[in-house]
């Protein structure tokens, strides 16, 4: 069984702080990891992917990947009320044929 | 990243009859599409794996004579949810994967609402 946790939430900021949102994964063969975030009622959409242990960053968002501990973070620097999402991990390797193994999500809200 | 369109946005039928759903992939050939289902506070539930040109790979628990699916092309996909009834009321998207990681980009979702 492959499994992908996350914290469901909510997680609540104010407008301009950081978020962090966790993710940990029982397969050690997994070798890709991506984010996506939800809004309520509309499709995922792509913000980070991750293949390499270390950070990513991208503009506002940092995703980060520790194999050896089997998680992979998300920070959102500066967080805007328009971050207030479903935030999706979801993790994938070639030894399952690519399929993507997804987590529960977590829901920020981000307060004016 | 690719762009994938869904069709229709939205549908309300009766429980018995059976929905059509169309998923294309606008920018690219797609030999693998997929097709997930959400429930409400729920997170994406991988259905299926509609393959071009050969028979779909269905999830464990999933009726593969309730959820038809045929991939007759490269840019499209189709699902019918037949004899539909009122548990099937669900969010169904599809995805397709692309680039060396595989990684998957969503079409916008079908809101199906079974009465």
Partial sequence: ?112 | GAVVSQHPSRVICKSGTSVKIECRSLDFQATTMFWYRQFPKQSLMLMATSNEGSKATYEQGVEKDKFLINHASLTLSTLTVTSAHPEDSSFYICSVATGSQETQYFGPGTRLLVL
């Fill in chain 1, 1 to 112: 069984q492959k499994e992908v946790e996350q914290n469901s939430g909510p997680l609540s900021v104010p407008e301009g702080a950081i978020a962090s949102l966790n993710c940990t994964y029982s397969d050690r063969g997994s070798q890709s990891f991506f984010w996506y975030r939800q809004y309520s009622g509309k499709s995922p959409e792509l913000i980070m992917s991750i293949y390499s242990n270390g950070d990513k960053e991208d503009g506002r968002f940092t995703a980060q990947l520790n194999k050896a501990s089997q998680y992979v973070s998300l920070l959102i620097r500066d967080s805007q009320p328009s971050d207030s999402a479903t935030y999706l991990c979801a993790v994938s390797s070639t030894n399952t044929g690519n399929q993507f193994y997804f987590g529960t999500g977590t829901s920020l809200t981000v307060i004016p």
